[in-house]
Every structure is written in C-alpha cells, then in structure tokens.
C-alpha cells in the first residue's frame, strides 16, 4: 500500500502568516493527490484536487502543488477559520491518507 | 444541494454484525460511485470501500475484506455497508462520501461531499 507521510504534524501560527504543510508518498502518484480540512466534530472538507486545483468555493488563500512523489498545501495568509487539521489523500492506488496536520492558534 | 446522511451505527459487541446506511439527496446518486471512509476516535482517515455507479465495480480496503461488504440501491438513493465479524478496532465514526466523477468508477476518486457519520463503537 502506498504510504502518506504529512509534516509536521502539528504546529503553531498566527494570523495572517503564511504556511507550507508538506506530504509525500512512498511511491510516485502522478497528480492524484488532495488535500482535506477537518474541523473539530465536522466531516472532512475538500479543499484541493489534482494536486493543485481548488475546489469550488474554497478561497485563493489556499494553493497546492507539487506531482510525483511531493506535495505541499500553502496558506498564504492565515484566517481563524483556517485553525484546523488538514489531511492529503492519495487515490493513485486506491486510497490512503496522511497522518494528518492539526493547525493551532498561536 | 447535496446532503447525505449516515445511520445505522451504534453499541455491538466483539463477532456480531451492523448494517450502515446512508441516504443521499440533492444530486443524481445513480451518476456517481460512492464510498464509505471511518475515522477512529482521535485518529486520522481510514478508506474502507468503495462501489461504482452501477454496482459493476466494488473494492475494499484490506482491513475489512471478507467481513464487511458495500451495496446501493439505486432507486431509493441509498448506499450500505453490511458489516460482519466486527472487531473492536473497527470502532470509529463511518462517513458516506460521494466520489466527483461522473459514471466513476470508484477508482481515481477523492471524495468532493461527505456525510456527518455515523459511530460504531465494538465492545463487550
């Protein structure tokens, strides 16, 4: 099974800072990466697909890039609503998910 | 707007047997795949099956091969996961999600909705 390894795994930060999380898979999965934010007793939210295309309705501030076997998820400037965990998901062969990265206020 | 929404979990004890739920609205369900994903408590995002619009494709993650099996019924816009020989780490909250493509076939899928989930705890 393909193995997704995020980091860190937490951190702190402030608003309006600008954050990278970064996963990568233990094998190459093309573009087939998404990343998720979960709030505390909420469902994942989808944030962005193909590695880099934002899901509708999600705002600019976030961005994803990276192909192969590295990915990371930007934040470019911290809103409160963003205190979360955010998750990747590979779906290359058939579906893992990173261990997760809870986001914590400062 | 697309809702869907979960039942079916509850208390069961070690070897016994559970029937999920989830009963989908605001899009055409019998377009899409669909999958069911568990999250233990406090842990991260489990993958657990997935079946094609049509029932023609089903797959399941190792862990629950053989005891747990994914069906849907098209015509009341329902999917179900029947799950056998529970164990307790099995326990966690089991989320619907519906998969973006069109007459996917639930390979190459992330998972655009999601239900609240309903919970599962196995213990004697």
């Known amino acids: 099974a393909i193995r997704m390894t995020q980091s860190p795994s937490s951190f702190s930060a402030s608003t309006g800072d600008r954050v990278t999380i970064t996963c990568r898979a233990s094998q190459g999965i093309s573009s087939y990466l998404a990343w998720y934010q979960q709030k505390p007793g909420k469902a994942p939210k989808l944030l962005i697909y193909?590695?880099?295309t934002l899901q509708s309705g999600v705002p600019s501030r976030f961005s994803g890039s990276g192909s192969g076997t590295d990915f990371t998820l930007t934040i470019s400037c911290l809103q409160s609503e963003d205190f979360a965990t955010y998750y990747c998901q590979q779906y290359y062969s058939p579906y893992t998910f990173g261990q997760g990265t809870k986001l914590e206020i400062k | 707007e697309v809702q869907l929404v979960e039942s079916g979990g509850g208390l069961v004890q070690p070897g016994r047997s559970l029937r999920l739920s989830c009963a989908a609205s605001?899009?055409?369900?019998?377009?899409?795949?669909m999958h069911w994903v568990r999250q233990a408590p406090g842990k991260g995002l489990e993958w657990v099956s997935g079946i094609s619009w049509n029932s023609g494709s089903i797959g399941y993650a190792d862990s629950v091969k053989g005891r747990f099996t994914i069906s849907r019924d098209n015509a009341k816009n329902s999917l179900y996961l029947q799950m056998n020989s529970l164990r307790a780490e099995d326990t966690a909250l089991y989320y619907c999600?519906?998969?973006?493509?069109?007459?996917?076939?639930?390979?190459?899928?992330?998972?655009?909705?999601w239900g609240q989930g309903t919970l599962v705890t196995v213990s004697s």
């Open positions: 193909a590695a880099s």
């Open positions: 605001g899009f055409t369900f019998d377009d899409y795949a």
């Open positions: 999600a519906k998969d973006p493509n069109y007459y996917g076939s639930g390979s190459y899928a992330y998972f655009d909705y």
